[in-house]
């Protein structure tokens, strides 16, 4: 019954196209914004819905992905399999060095507060000179990697100085908790939870080390043929940023809900969130450069990049 209505409907449609004037038989395909996230403000704007109110009157629909850290979404939109997505420092310029067509879209304020590396209650490890010759877990290719670089170098040490254990965050926290490393190096929500659920101790953030900025981020083909459906998801982003700080006590009730995440987890990942999207300038991707020559001269990427090659056109 099915095969019949369908091969009856094309038939249908092809006489259909035969009877319209040949001006319009090549309309415009619908639009669709693909968006590849993590847990965090996008997560916001995917429950609310209200990205997709704004887009429908341009016929533009929205699909969405979750991914667990930004190398695994940046490797999706080189494959292009989404269009826009959020991401940490690092992963943008590991994709650019191996050659993904990425944009810089939009950026957030430093969250200097919301990366950090922690050690188990019980440890002996008490200031950052301790961690020579230990195990520290941290997801490969994520702004954590720079952090934990630039953290190891204010403190006298060398990057080869600890055992570099690679796990994403889940098998990271399994580690952790098993006492199989000594250190991870993790960001908001998942260090809100080491600290609240398994009392891990904060040995140092990011302040005074390394910005850690978030980035929204495109494809080079997708931002240059869609630039409304861009600006107006960085609109709502916006929006959201600004709800979270006008009214932090019903955001983090609505960031647990969203993020199946206690209560306390959230309001401790949200108090040290500071507010803001801004514009991308040459200024910001300055930041990202440094990121970029430091992970050259460490050999974690295997060749120079320029980040201004991932700049919008009329970045100032």
């Known amino acids: 019954m099915h095969t019949s209505k369908l091969i009856s409907r094309r038939h249908v449609l092809a006489a259909s196209a035969l009877a319209v004037p040949a001006f319009n038989t090549f309309a415009q395909a619908p639009r669709v914004l693909r968006i590849g996230n993590q847990k965090g403000v996008l997560s916001f704007l995917k429950a609310r819905g209200t990205l997709e109110k704004r887009l429908a009157p341009l016929g533009v629909s929205v699909s969405w992905t979750e991914f667990i850290a930004g190398p695994v979404q940046l490797e999706a939109l080189n494959v292009g399999a989404i269009d826009f997505g959020d991401v940490g420092e690092a992963p943008p310029i590991f994709a650019q060095a191996a050659?993904?067509?990425?944009?810089?879209?939009?950026?957030?304020?430093?969250?200097?507060?919301?990366?950090?590396?922690?050690?188990?209650?019980?440890?002996?490890?008490?200031?950052?000179?301790?961690?020579?010759?230990?195990?520290?877990?941290?997801?490969?290719?994520?702004?954590?990697?720079?952090?934990l670089a630039k953290l190891l170098e204010k403190n006298g040490l060398a990057y080869s100085d600890v055992q570099h254990i690679h796990l994403a965050p889940a098998d990271a926290r399994a580690a952790f908790?098993?006492?199989?490393?000594?250190?991870?190096?993790?960001?908001?929500?998942?260090?809100a939870a080491a600290q609240k659920t398994l009392d891990a101790r904060l040995l140092a953030d990011a302040t005074g080390v390394v910005n850690n900025r978030g980035y929204y981020f495109s494809s080079r083909s997708f931002a240059d043929k869609n630039a409304d459906i861009l600006r107006i998801a960085v609109e709502e982003i916006t929006a959201i940023d600004k709800w979270f700080g006008a009214d932090r006590a019903a955001a983090a009730a609505e960031y647990a809900?969203?993020?199946?995440?206690?209560?306390?987890?959230?309001?401790?990942?949200?108090?040290?969130?500071?507010?803001?999207?801004?514009?991308?300038?040459?200024?910001?991707?300055?930041?990202?450069?440094?990121?970029?020559?430091?992970?050259?001269?460490?050999?974690?990427?295997?060749?120079?990049?320029?980040?201004?090659?991932?700049?919008?056109a009329g970045v100032a």
Do not use: C, H, M
């Open 99 to 147: 050659g993904a067509p990425l944009v810089y879209v939009a950026a957030t304020a430093p969250l200097v507060a919301s990366e950090a590396i922690i050690v188990p209650k019980g440890s002996a490890i008490q200031k950052l000179a301790d961690l020579k010759g230990k195990k520290v877990a941290y997801n490969k290719g994520s702004n954590v990697q720079f952090f």
């Open 177 to 191: 908790t098993q006492g199989s490393v000594d250190a991870w190096v993790i960001w908001d929500p998942f260090l």
């Open 257 to 312: 809900a969203i993020l199946g995440l206690d209560r306390s987890v959230a309001e401790l990942s949200l108090q040290r969130r500071p507010i803001g999207t801004v514009v991308v300038t040459k200024a910001i991707l300055a930041e990202q450069q440094l990121i970029a020559d430091t992970f050259f001269e460490l050999k974690l990427l295997p060749r120079k990049i320029s980040i201004l090659e991932a700049a919008q």
